[in-house]
Structures are given as structure tokens and as C-alpha cells.
């Protein structure tokens, strides 16, 4: 009798895991929300997977990160849609964690929680007068130039100087310079926010200085938008060719890095010994070996940024030989370039949300291989069952597209185990997105589901079409709302 | 002789082009539309090069070659891969899962495969600026490496294997070490 229950015990058991669907939900819709979501769909034919988004629009990055002359790099869009289009996969659009649902009341709904929100602060200089007016971070002007509601309304001041003073050389800084620089022609046959266009077509920015802390063979971008950016049309590019003689230590660093090497020689064969400036002809220079010691107050706006001033610096290696990192360090020698723009473009940083253990110095949430680590301060590694990380948040700001792929199969493979072990199964079936309709509702949140999304599409293609343009994205909350719930 | 030297004329010509189309594609806004032009553009010119050589009745088992995909779990796939169509293309026929986030389009390099033979390797064109660009970034980058979307199908390549690599292992630990060339 005894052994009958516990079969019986046993078969309900099978029963639920079989009858009742896993309920995960996914917070954020960038590359690493629909890897996430796309390979889970993959993995087990009784999952489903609900995606939120604090936007009405889906894609994260791709549609507010990627640059607007990059159409190749967002053709993974339509993978993307192929998950979204999956009948066990929901979205919910306008949704914020936080705001319009708690990270508990997620948790209590769903059999997990997979968070992969990105990183939307900025790492910050901290040095003197780095609030003045005419320094942005670079993700508010890419946000700004890619048609991010949030940033609608940035008007960075792109008319009082010549000149555009970046730092930061990774591929944002790339990006930021190359809107800057490239032809208006060329820009206005891209998917460019129409209000971005308007006032880069008025901008005076004739020069604009990469500022970079370490040398060229430091410099954080990839050959492809460098090899880009060096191929402007009429364009001037400055390389001091003293920047470029290398140390016996960078040699190192280049021959255990590819991308390092391809990079430097990409830098080297842009050098022109003794070139002048062509009169009106625009000019990116690559400065080196300097660091930002404090923003200058223009002259005549007070309030607005008029210059920076950069401390040169000189290389000191850390560590072995055979890994060796090398760090900038002052020398205590100082010049000051003038400027009326200013992007930092220095790294994201990830946000917290209530309930959620947080690395702030790191600015990821602390996890093992994708598990979020419940207290990572006490000296045990304890997880926290059912909730994971993917993406930025998870590794921090860097990366391709691809990259978020195998983060995201990482991060799978532990929720794989956790399934596999019993840990993800409930008595009682989760209420899922029922739940979380239930939940939206009572709180009068508009969510803008998947087909809402198809709706601002199909009008963003259509107001694209009349100039020309594959699409001309809707900038504002208002738009975005009124045009999804149609 | 005159042969061989026709096929590198033509492998000549055909790299030509590809630098041309990676060109446009950066404007481009429907860079798959235009590979499928490339892709159709090559078949035509491989097509009259082995029908030359070759009988008419042997043309028909000659415009297919085979290729073994090996998984990420070490699991081969045998498929027969019509001359002039590039590898991602083929394992997507095919169910294979290789990804290909820019639909070869030269913007990404999710379509990551390693050569597994060196001397097919060497019967490869060089890689584009453009595609090492891409594989700069690719995950586990060994010496036999490319994109799936670069490697097109010619005869000389029948019988190629191909390793998907995987996110969380690495093929040198795991019993294959591609030879230095």
C-alpha cells in the first residue's frame, strides 16, 4: 500500500511535468531576450516564453544601437521575428519591470525569469564639470540619432563650434564620429531619425577629435567600423606616426590578439606623413595617449562647455610577461582642446531593479555562468532558484550581436539543468502570462502586444517610403502608443 | 593545364565581384536579394566551366558535391550541396543549425565554420578583408576558420567537412587540432 502511494506519487509527478508547460519569462527584447527566448522555444516543445519590454517596440539594440548605416547588421531582425511569431512565444510591449510589474510578482508567476534588460546608464568620468551643457553620454546621442522615444527631445548642440571632441575609441565612438562626418546624402537614404537628420544638416562640427587613454594598439574598436570610418568620402584623417611605434610590450599584446594587430595595421597604413588640412574639407584626428583631467567652461555661454582638458599619459604594464595589461598614467603634462560638443563614450552600465542583487561597482548582476547569485558577499556560491541573466547584464557592456548567442546558450544550459533536476517544476501550474494579463490589466497598463509592433512597423515603412528612406521611425512616446493600439 | 588556368580565371573573376557586392551591400538595402543575384551569378559561371570539361551526362551528378557538417555535439551530417551555393545557405536547406544572423550579408560572423582539413582549406580563396573583418570576432577562431556564407561550393571541394564550433567547448581541447598551414 505504502509503495502504491508512492508510485502514484511518482506518476502525478510525470503527470505535471508532462500536462503542465514551463512558464518562463523573459525580461528585455534585444539579441540576448530572443536568443534566449528562440533557443528555449528550440530545447522543449512544453515551454513558453513571454517576452517584456519597458518599450512599445521590440529589438532593443538593433533598432536603437545599431547604427542607421548598418542596415546589414539588423537583417537579424527577421530571426528574431520568426521567434516572436512562434505560438507558444508572447510579447508584451510598454511593459516595464519595476514600474508596471515587480520582479517578485514575476517570480511568483512564472517557473523562471530570465533578465536581459541591457545596460541603460553610462559610466561616468568623474571629473570636474563633466555636468556642463554640450556633454552627452554617446548612448544618448545614439538614442537620439536612432529614434529612441527617451531621447527625442536631446537637441545636442551641434551649431555653436567647429568642433566634436569624442571619448572613448571603441565602436560606439566609431559610430557617434561617422554620423558626425559622413556625407548628409548618404545619411538621408538610412533609416536616420527625421529630427537627427534635420539638425546634422544644420550642424557646424567640422573636426572631430577620438580621444583614447591608451594607444592605437589599445584602441577598442573592430577593423570592420574603423576600415569603415577611415573610408569616408573627403574626409581628413590625423595619426601621429610617433603614436604608432610600438613597445616591445604592445608587441606582445598583438601577437596574442588578431583583431589588436589587424587594428594597428589599419591605423598604420592610414598615416600621411606631412599632410595639411585641406581648407573646408572635414577631419577626424586620433588622438592617443591622453586622458580627460577636466571639462573648460566656454567663454562666452556660461554653463556650456567650451573645452576639455587631457592629460598625457604614458603605459605601464601590469602582470606577467606573457599576459601583460597595460594601464595609462598620468604624466602631469596638460593641453587643452576647444570644443562644443563633447560624447563620452566610455562604456554602458546596467540598472537595477528592486529585488534584485546587484554588482554597482561592476555594474552587472552578480552570476554564476547566467544563475544569479543570491549573496555573492558570503563566502558560499548560492543560487537563486529560477531566476537568470543573459546578455549585458550578465557579462557587461561588450560584444557583438553574436556574442549574446552563446551567452545565451550558457545561461540555457543551466536552466536545462535546473529543469532536468526538478528544480523549475511547481506543484500547481504557474499562471503565466493569464497571470501577468490579469496583473497589467488591473493596473490599466496599455501593453502593446506583438501585432501592435506590426502596426507601428507598417507605419514606419510607409511614412519611410514617401522620402525615400526604408523606414522613418516614430520618436515619441505618444506616436508610439497611439499608432500601436489602432 | 588550360583548364585549371580558365578555373582560376574565373575564381578570379568571381572575387571580383564579391568584393564589388560587399561593396554595394554596405548601401544596399536588401543585401539577401543580392547575394541570391551573386549566388545565381555563380552557378552560371561554375555551371559552363564543368560543362565544358565534362560530358553531358555526367553534369547532372557533377553539379552536386558532398559535405559533411559536424555538430556541435561531434554528429556528422552528409549533405549534397549543388555547385554555387555557399554553405549557410545549404545547412539551412538542410536543417543544419548554423546560424546566420546577417543572412550573408558580411555583418556578422555567427556562420562560423572550421575547415577540417587543411588541404581543403588550401583549395579555398583567400578571405576577403571584409570576411576577416567578421572573423576578427568569431567565436573560437582557429587557423582552418571562415564563414559559412564565403565558402562556395565547387567540385574541388567535394568531400569537405566542416565543424560547427561550440559555444562551450573547444575543438583543440576535444581531439581536433587544426594544423597550422
Known sequence: ?486 | MFFSRFCKLGVHAIRNLEKSATLTARTSYAPKAHNKYLGSLRNELFCSTTAQANSEQKTEEKEKINVIFCDKDGEETHIKVPVGMSMLEAAHENDIELEGACEGSLACSTCHVIVMDVDQYNKLSEPTDEENDMLDLAFGLSETSRLGCQIIAKPELDGIRLAIPAATRNFAVDGFKPKPH
Open chain 1, 1 to 486: 500500500m505504502k509503495s502504491f502511494g508512492k508510485i502514484r506519487r511518482i506518476a502525478r509527478c510525470f503527470s505535471t511535468t508532462s500536462s503542465c508547460p514551463l512558464r518562463i519569462c523573459v525580461v528585455g527584447s534585444g539579441p540576448a531576450g530572443f536568443y534566449t527566448a528562440e533557443k528555449l522555444l528550440k530545447a522543449y516543445q512544453s515551454v513558453e516564453v513571454d517576452i517584456i519590454d519597458r518599450l512599445p517596440t521590440p529589438f532593443g539594440l538593433v533598432r536603437s544601437g545599431v547604427a542607421p548605416d548598418h542596415p546589414e547588421t539588423k537583417v537579424v531582425i527577421n530571426q528574431f521575428l520568426r521567434v516572436a511569431q512562434n505560438e507558444r512565444c508572447s510579447f508584451f510591449g510598454n511593459v516595464s519591470l519595476g514600474s508596471s510589474v515587480t520582479l517578485l510578482e514575476l517570480r511568483n508567476m512564472y517557473n523562471a525569469v530570465v533578465l536581459a534588460y541591457g545596460a541603460e546608464s553610462d559610466r561616468s568620468l568623474g571629473i570636474p564639470k563633466e555636468e556642463l551643457a554640450g556633454i552627452y553620454a554617446a548612448r544618448e546621442f545614439v538614442w537620439w540619432y536612432n529614434g529612441h522615444p527617451d531621447c527625442r527631445s536631446l537637441a545636442p548642440d551641434l551649431k555653436s563650434s567647429d568642433t566634436a571632441v569624442i571619448l572613448g575609441q571603441g565602436n560606439v565612438a566609431l559610430d557617434v564620429a561617422r554620423i558626425l562626418l559622413r556625407q548628409i546624402e548618404e545619411l538621408a537614404r538610412t533609416d536616420i531619425a527625421s529630427h537627427a537628420l534635420a539638425a546634422l544638416e544644420e550642424s557646424s562640427i567640422r573636426k572631430v577629435y577620438l580621444v583614447g587613454r591608451r594607444g592605437p594598439v589599445q584602441a577598442a574598436c573592430t577593423a570592420k567600423e574603423l576600415r569603415e570610418i577611415l573610408g569616408i568620402k573627403d574626409l581628413g584623417v590625423y595619426i601621429k606616426a610617433a603614436d604608432l611605434v610600438t613597445t616591445p610590450a604592445d608587441e606582445i599584446e598583438m601577437k596574442n590578439s588578431r583583431i589588436r594587430r589587424r587594428v594597428h595595421e589599419l591605423l598604420s597604413k592610414a598615416v600621411t606623413p606631412g599632410c595639411a588640412p585641406v581648407a573646408g574639407q572635414r577631419e577626424l584626428h586620433f588622438v592617443f595617449f591622453r586622458k580627460p583631467d577636466m571639462f573648460l567652461e566656454s567663454d562666452d555661454k556660461s554653463g556650456h562647455a567650451g573645452g576639455i582638458r587631457l592629460e598625457k599619459t604614458a603605459l605601464k604594464g601590469v602582470g606577467d610577461d606573457e599576459s601583460v595589461r597595460q594601464v595609462a598614467v598620468g604624466t602631469g603634462e596638460y593641453e587643452d582642446i576647444s570644443c562644443g560638443l563633447a560624447l563620452k563614450s566610455i562604456g554602458y552600465k546596467s540598472v537595477a531593479v528592486d529585488g534584485l542583487p546587484f554588482d554597482t561597482y561592476k555594474g552587472i548582476v552578480p552570476n554564476d555562468r547566467g544563475r544569479v547569485l543570491a549573496d555573492a558577499s558570503c563566502g558560499h556560491v548560492q543560487h537563486d532558484i529560477g531566476l537568470y541573466v543573459c546578455g549585458w547584464l550578465k557579462r557587461g557592456p561588450t560584444g557583438i550581436i553574436g556574442t549574446n548567442l552563446h551567452c545565451a546558450e550558457e545561461t540555457i544550459s543551466c536552466i536545462s539543468d535546473d529543469i532536468n533536476r526538478g528544480a523549475l517544476a511547481s506543484g500547481s501550474t504557474k499562471p503565466g502570462r493569464e497571470g501577468l494579463r490579469q496583473v497589467l490589466d488591473s493596473r490599466n497598463t496599455r501593453v502593446v502586444p506583438f501585432d501592435g509592433w506590426g502596426k507601428i512597423d507598417c507605419e514606419e515603412r510607409r511614412r519611410g517610403s514617401l522620402k525615400n528612406k526604408p523606414r522613418e521611425k516614430l520618436a515619441t512616446w505618444e506616436e508610439l502608443l497611439e499608432v500601436a493600439c489602432r
